[in-house]
């Protein structure tokens, strides 16, 4: 329902992105989302067509990484893989509130087709990592 | 042509959780305590808001709210009897409330006098639009979201929306005045809520009888003389 909003978000960020390389072309753009992240897959795959239509990014693939869940326990002082009808440590049963990993909603990376006489930057890594 | 790999790594909702970062500082300097409240549409956050509203004035505290809706002005309207003062949100047809509609509504709201200044309240409260998915991956900058379910919605809905409990700070259950007629079996949703947000505060209402308001009232007392 909200994957219109998320998908209208994506475009501006990757279009705001890529303009620092001119006359580059996206192929794809890589997310990682994260299994309480209230995005259903199919539905934004659904919004992406729908958003990047008639934009410079039409005909960029969408490639979602799902994240599992994963919490720390402190008794065990393990990170463990769980599912999202029980916070529980796999190990020792106790619930356990400490959450690391499983809320991302982020663009990991794109591929972009630069002309070869561009001169652009090699490496332009952006560190802006939430959470 | 190269083909060339740019990591990028930024939050998708980077601008709406930015515009928050800046909305809970300006909170947390006006020493205003912000509650963000979501619930499925018809649980009773209106009732339930309309019944805290109003003992907090009777209490003396300076309470007020900003009440999020597809379309209609009826939840204001009906939050106003409590005698706070309220500012309607209309979506229009936007399953959510974000950080940009909560900035924009705090400014011009004549309870906040010319200057907009959070600092004439102690409480805000923020009625998300009914829904228990979409309002979870926006971040008001509320210091305290509070994910509200009724006796009628049957004790596994902490399950089948676990992203919403998940990242709630509080959990009512609402409308305990209806158990009985409900069968609603108590335990199971205290534990529900607890395997999906081990250790939250669960607070059992009934905003119909008043039954439970007092335990949830003295938590904001508590939570607010904390925030300052």
Redesign the interface.
Known sequence: ??EL??AA??V???TE?AAA?PGSQV?EVR?RIGA????VEDSLQFCWGVSTEGTPLAGAKLVIRAMPVVVHCEACNADSEIG?????CPRCNA???D?RQG?E????????????EVGVPTA???????? | MTTRIVELRKGILKKNDELAALLRQRYEDAGVLVLNLVSSPGTGKTTFLERTLRELLARGARAAALVGDLETDNDARRLAASGAPVRQINTHGICHLDAEMIAKHLEGWDALGPNSDLAVLDYLFIENVGNLVCPSSYDLGERIRVALLSVTEGEDKPLKYPTLFNSADAAIITKIDLAAACDFNRDLAVKNINEIRPGIRIFEVSAKTGAGMDAWLNFLGETRSKTK
């Open positions: 329902m909200h909003s998320i978000s994506i501006e960020s990757v992105s390389y192929r997310l309480l992240s209230a995005v999202v009808q029980s916070f529980r619930l356990t509130a959450l809320r909603l982020e663009i990991e990376s794109i591929e972009i087709d630069t002309p070869d332009l890594v952006q560190t802006e990592e939430k959470q």
